[in-house]
């Protein structure tokens, strides 16, 4: 816990308010975001997936292939019958005794990324024509639970098809999408991206979704995705962001992060605390992806998101 009190007083603000304060950057954020992609290469399989041995590769490696277009060959998870799977070996599942399903709705929020900054209209076509054959339920195996693909993503999807050329699916384009704020930890990580890509399809969030950003901030203002989500929403500024992310504490400089640095692969998408963003042995070197993903789908592009409700 020690090195997360160091961090903590480091970044949290002496100003009376919970976000963290401005310190002196000795290198360029945009330095590091470089570095990081091209070391990144080396936890890359053939076809550009991260996290390959984990059977939610497909996630993390759409995030990816989003944040570097044309990086991931994220078509690789998709079988010959148009259903998707968990990673491109296509071998997670109960027959494989690591996963419960084949496939999960939570994979398909990095598949959907990668749709739409990849331009794969087809590709999100036939997602679309799959699902209304199939009661919108996902093809694979596993639970209802897993496979369901809910309104919201539905109507994601949709928004999606719409943003890339493609038809005006109207039915599902008028099913409800309202997004979850009670979750933690990963349930939390997903949100905020889902309300992100909605945002990036229509160009603009909801004041109910501003009002989730605003909640996950708050709650967990030292993670970088949920400062940078909410204050592109706001007044634009990234500097919390950009700070945490500079932060040589949790991704340094010279390197790509080790689980001296944090014991989770992905602490974002973790509640902040010792047992994920402190460190741990034996010593591992993770993808770093994160960083670049929150630099490359929001800090990098329009600063200042637009508010609209219907």
């Not at 024509?129 to 919108?136: F, I, P, Q, T, V």
């Not at 004041?207 to 989730?212: C, I, N, P, V």
Request: glycine share 8%; aromatic share 8%.
């Amino acid at each position: 816990m020690k090195k997360l009190l160091i961090f903590t007083n480091f970044l949290i603000s002496a100003c009376g308010t919970h976000e963290p304060q401005v310190s002196p950057k000795a290198f360029t954020l945009e330095d590091k975001v470089s570095l990081y992609a091209s070391n990144i290469k080396t936890h890359q399989d053939e076809h550009g997936f991260i996290l390959s041995d984990k059977c939610d590769s497909t996630l993390f490696s759409g995030l990816l292939g989003a944040a570097l277009p044309e990086t991931v060959d994220l078509i690789q998870a998709r079988d010959q019958e148009g259903a998707w799977h968990r990673r491109a070996n296509q071998d997670c599942g109960e027959e494989f005794k690591n996963s419960k399903s084949t496939i999960s709705r939570d994979m398909m929020l990095g598949v959907m990324w990668w749709m739409l900054k990849n331009n794969k209209l087809a590709e999100a076509e036939a997602l679309m024509a799959d699902l209304k054959e199939n009661n919108y339920i996902l093809k694979g195996q596993g639970s209802l639970g897993e496979l369901g693909f809910i309104p919201s993503y539905t109507n994601t999807l949709a928004l999606i098809i719409k943003a890339l050329g493609g038809k005006s699916h109207k039915l599902e384009l008028a099913f409800p999408a309202v997004i979850g704020r009670s979750g933690k930890g990963f349930e939390r990580h997903l949100a905020v991206w889902h309300i992100l890509l909605r945002g990036e399809a229509k160009g603009s969030i909801t004041s109910y979704e501003l009002e989730t950003l605003k909640k996950m901030r708050d709650e967990q203002p030292m993670n970088p995705l949920f400062q940078a989500a909410y204050h592109k929403y706001t007044d634009g500024d990234f500097t919390i962001a950009e700070n945490l992310l500079s932060n040589n504490m949790e991704w340094p400089s010279e390197k790509l992060p080790t689980t001296t640095e944090h014991c989770d692969e992905w602490p974002i998408q973790r509640e902040y605390s010792e047992k994920d963003w402190g460190s741990c042995s034996p010593e591992e070197e993770h993808t770093g992806g994160e960083l670049i993903v929150i630099y490359n789908l929001i800090i990098k592009g329009v600063p200042n998101g637009k508010v609209k409700d219907l």
